[in-house]
């Protein structure tokens, strides 16, 4: 399955089994942990065959498919030659002040979970960075995550085409007089179908955004090296088709920053390029000029009524901001952000589990070294690509290129999102962290 026009080595067998296990594995956990790990999701558990297939599943399913990952991954990689350097021991630091953070916490159960997830995220950034190593053409992970991205892509396009719909209508048949109730106790569900924003397989729209960000760059590349033997033309129209699939999932959902980032990342990708520079320049104006339009004409009405989610996370932010001050050496724990938040914020505000910014949930949540030692890691790891030009890199692996822009569209939305505490998100993104790492 190597691509004729690849000058890349395709991996040797050791390497080909794991890629192939981490391509089975990040395509079910983007698929089957959308949910936070602050949310309880035992009540999420599939009781049929059917659920278990197109339904979310509990993040407590995690460790099911987690274990095998480390135990195949640590089988698999060939450890002969390893090499590390000090700033690979970042996530481990950051890791082990959570710990110590987790001493003091206001809650040990929401800590507790937290932990647990974020201890595999350490993980599989170790083994992306031991066990990518000397890999050449990794088309078995390409293509789980490019599979993971048509399942998503199909599930938003269902809930646009009716599936929100039938869905609202099964809900206030199934509840009826006691629909006022069923608000009352499952507001964020409540809301998510009430509104026509999709959210494919994640727990909210924009959540659907971040996965987009991430997985719609690395899947078109992907596409592209996977057809050489097909005509120019065709393969323009595969990627155009798919790349436009993707780009309206994004509008569906609904997310402002995440259409915005899009734009960002597809401008980053034209000046890498190697186009010639009137083609450049023609396709930055025509990108700037209909994305912003789009943009505009999607959201008039939410500006018109006072962009209330802005509000929102400015409320968030400060009561974020209130807790490092109370609490600046260890937080109030991991992945308790709203127990603080609770008590500091005003009676009319929307309650928050979340900061929806991983950089200051850190500082909340684990005072100003963890999020010293986070923010240290993340932004580091963003210098360290462009530093190497990965996104210039498109004739030697453009799929390598892609996946470093999608990593950065995601970090990026991070600044107003919780991407960290979904393991959907988070465990891909920190196992290409690894991969990025590696010296080469």
Not at 270 to 286: D, E, V
Not at 406 to 425: D, K, N, R, T
Request: glycine share 8%; with cysteine; charged share 10%.
């Amino acid at each position: 399955m190597r691509p004729a026009s690849s000058p890349i080595a395709a991996p040797a067998p050791p390497a080909l089994g794991f890629t192939a296990l981490a391509g089975l594995f990040f395509f079910i956990v983007i698929l089957k942990l959308g949910d936070p790990v602050v949310i309880p999701t035992d009540t999420l558990t599939p009781d049929t065959l059917t659920d278990v297939i197109f339904g979310v599943w509990p993040n407590s399913w995690g460790i099911y498919l987690f274990l095998p990952m480390l135990v195949g991954g640590l089988a698999l990689i060939r450890w002969k030659g390893v090499r590390v350097s000090w700033p690979l021991a970042l996530p481990l630091a950051w890791l082990l002040w959570q710990f110590v953070s987790a001493t003091h916490t206001v809650d040990a159960t929401l800590t507790n979970a937290t932990l647990s997830h974020f201890t595999a995220c350490v993980v599989l950034f170790y083994l992306g960075y031991f066990g990518m190593r000397d890999v050449g053409w990794p088309w078995p992970l390409l293509l789980g995550f490019s599979l993971a991205f048509c399942w998503i892509i199909h599930s938003g396009f269902e809930q646009h085409f009716g599936g929100l719909e039938a869905t609202r209508e099964q809900v206030h048949k199934a509840y009826g007089a006691n629909w006022a109730q069923m608000a009352h106790d499952n507001p964020d569900f409540v809301k998510r179908i009430e509104s026509n924003r999709i959210f494919a397989t994640f727990v909210y729209p924009n959540a659907l955004a971040g996965g987009l960000l991430l997985l719609l760059p690395v899947s078109l590349a992907f596409l592209w090296q996977l057809t050489p033997k097909v005509s120019t033309r065709v393969r323009i129209v595969f990627v155009g088709v798919l790349g436009g699939c993707g780009l309206a999932a994004l509008y569906w959902s609904g997310s402002k920053a995440g259409w915005l980032i899009a734009l960002v990342m597809a401008l980053l990708a034209l000046i890498y390029s190697s186009l010639p520079r009137k083609f450049k320049m023609g396709l930055i104006a025509a990108i700037v000029i209909l994305g912003l339009t789009a943009f505009v004409i999607h959201n008039t009405r939410y500006f018109e009524r006072g962009a209330t989610s802005v509000a929102a996370r400015f409320d968030y932010w400060k009561a974020a901001l209130q807790t490092i001050r109370a609490h600046p050496l260890l937080g109030s724990g991991p992945g308790t952000f709203s127990r603080p938040y609770a008590q500091l914020k005003e009676p009319q505000s929307e309650m928050a589990r979340l900061t929806h910014n991983d950089y200051l949930e850190q500082g909340s949540d684990s005072g100003l070294i963890g999020m010293a030692l986070y923010c240290f890691f993340i932004f580091l790891t963003i210098f360290r690509v462009f530093q190497r030009k990965f996104l210039g890199n498109w004739a030697k692996a453009p799929w390598f290129a892609a996946l470093t822009l999608g990593l950065l569209g995601i970090c990026l939305q991070s600044f107003v999102e919780y991407h960290l505490y979904i393991p959907a998100l988070a465990w891909p993104a920190f196992f290409l962290f690894g991969w990025v790492w590696q010296e080469k």
